[in-house]
């Protein structure tokens, strides 16, 4: 067929990946520009989009899902926070910002993938911290620890595994979610696909979805080994049932 | 098309007077879709589940499978399947139902395994075939798990359809990316709203049809509320006793 055909020569083609002007260019506000044209970019581009995302949203729902779990309350609005967020689509609120004075483009992505982000990292750290057996808190708080201490050196080691099971829900769904930023004027591999759809060239969509599915298979393996890493061995059987 | 300074309200009624007709016909297509797809996706996933639990060899590749089905973006699958199967509804539907696939089938496996082996005991010892005991006794009792997989296929997937205006076929969607392209905020607001009407209509239909299909599960709810009633009342008596 074809379009497979065309898919393999576009990805053959070294032009694709380093682009007709190169990797980076200047915009004319003097800031890095990805160069909409070179795969290389785009990649980079989803990858720095994606981090940014779950890395505001980390920053936001690490401490307040290790303060909530570590006093034990607010299990519910957790569950309501994740199922809201489940039945919001995406677009919607790429569309609503777009509309609003948060506008098109990057940044406006970024705040969208990151509000989707953040449901699954405190939930998850919010269940770690508060299945954290209750006799060894009290044994703990017995031996004369402080509260702080009590969470962050009792608690948060017996969390890390449902925290990193979090983190990695959350990254995988962001580098998933950040294509849509095409349909908004923004950047990361979506382009391809919505440059391909709007072109006709059937070849492009194809690569553009390959590309894009490699690299969420990508970096989901290699959270996974990460994840697996940061688990103690007798936590390991325990964290897949809970995945 | 709304410019600057020009009145641009996010909720009208002078929005539905006017395009009710178009929103209605998006609201029907996004509703029969995320039907349609959990309905395939069902009947797909149900007798995975009951292969995986029969012989638990092909369950490494059934999870595996649906797994990666699962981590492929939206946005991605339909760029794969564009080339292949077109623009419009069949492209959209092949997406929904591989997304769905995954929850569903997990959730049956996790169900069917769940039940009480005293129950499928004495099943057996009533002569009961491995074929009979599925359908009449495992089956039953997984149906909770069965229906909390539902939900949440459900409810993801009434988001999941507007990913669809990719390929010119999103329902609701549709009228967002519309509405942001002309900015027509009430356009926007509108079609997200009515999705997540539609999300929690959706599931408030299947937690009572859950209800109505596993009668059993109400009585045990009815005696615990009882059994909790009375320990209340039993801790009543004995203060009164103390005093």
């Given amino acids: 067929m074809s379009t497979i055909g065309d898919a393999w020569t576009y990805l053959t083609t070294p032009e694709s990946w380093v682009g007709a002007n190169g990797v980076f260019g200047t915009n004319f506000d003097g800031s890095l520009r990805f160069q909409q044209d070179s795969i290389i970019a785009l990649t980079l581009e989803h990858l720095y989009m994606s981090f940014a995302a779950v890395g505001i949203a980390a920053a936001l729902a690490l401490p307040l899902g290790l303060w909530l779990g570590h006093v034990r309350r607010g299990g519910g609005v957790t569950t309501v926070v994740s199922n809201v967020s489940r039945a919001m689509p995406t677009l919607a609120l790429l569309t609503l910002f777009a509309a609003s004075a948060i506008g098109f483009g990057n940044r406006a992505v970024i705040i969208a993938a990151a509000i989707f982000a953040f449901p699954p990292i405190l939930t998850n750290t919010f269940t770690g911290m508060a299945g954290v057996d209750a006799d060894v808190r009290e044994a703990a708080f017995g031996q004369g620890m402080t509260r702080l201490q009590v969470a962050l050196r009792v608690e948060l080691p017996l969390a890390v595994p449902l925290i990193a099971a979090g983190l990695r829900t959350s990254t995988t769904q962001t580098v998933a979610t950040v294509p849509l930023a095409a349909l908004v004027a923004g950047g990361g591999l979506g382009v391809i696909i919505n440059f391909g759809l709007a072109t006709q060239r059937y070849g492009e969509v194809l690569a553009g979805g390959i590309l894009v599915a490699a690299l969420c298979l990508g970096i989901d393996w290699l959270l996974a080994r990460a994840q697996r890493a940061v688990t103690p061995a007798p936590l390991r059987r325990a964290t897949v049932a809970a995945a | ?243």
């Fill in chain 2, 1 to 243: 098309m709304y410019g600057r300074g020009v009145d641009n309200p996010w909720l009208s009624l002078d929005y539905l007077r006017r395009s009710g007709d178009e929103v209605w016909e998006q609201l029907v297509i996004h509703t029969s879709l995320t039907l349609q797809a959990i309905l395939i996706a069902a009947a797909i996933a149900l007798p995975l589940a009951m292969v995986v639990r029969r012989s638990p060899r092909f369950a490494g590749p059934i999870l595996g499978i649906t797994g990666v089905l699962y981590t492929v973006p939206s946005f991605a699958l339909f760029a794969l399947l564009a080339p292949f199967t077109g623009i419009g509804r069949t492209t959209v539907l092949i997406g929904l139902v591989a997304y769905a696939l995954l929850v569903l089938v997990r959730n049956t496996v996790v169900g069917l395994q769940g039940v009480d082996p005293d129950i499928v005991d004495a099943a057996r010892g009533l002569g009961y075939s491995r074929t009979r005991m599925l359908l009449t006794v495992e089956l039953p009792n997984a149906l909770p798990s069965i229906f909390a997989g539902l939900r949440i296929a459900t409810v993801s997937t009434v988001a999941l359809v507007t990913v669809g205006v990719v390929v010119g076929y999103g329902g609701l969607g549709q009228l967002m990316f519309r509405g942001m392209q002309s900015n027509y905020r009430a356009q926007i607001a509108t079609s997200a709203l009515l999705c997540l009407a539609l999300a929690l209509l959706l599931d408030l239909l299947l937690v009572l049809i859950a209800r109505w299909a596993t009668p059993w599960a109400r009585e045990r709810r009815r005696a615990r509320r009882s059994l909790r009633g009375g320990r209340a009342g039993g801790a009543g008596r004995s203060a009164e006793a103390a005093a």
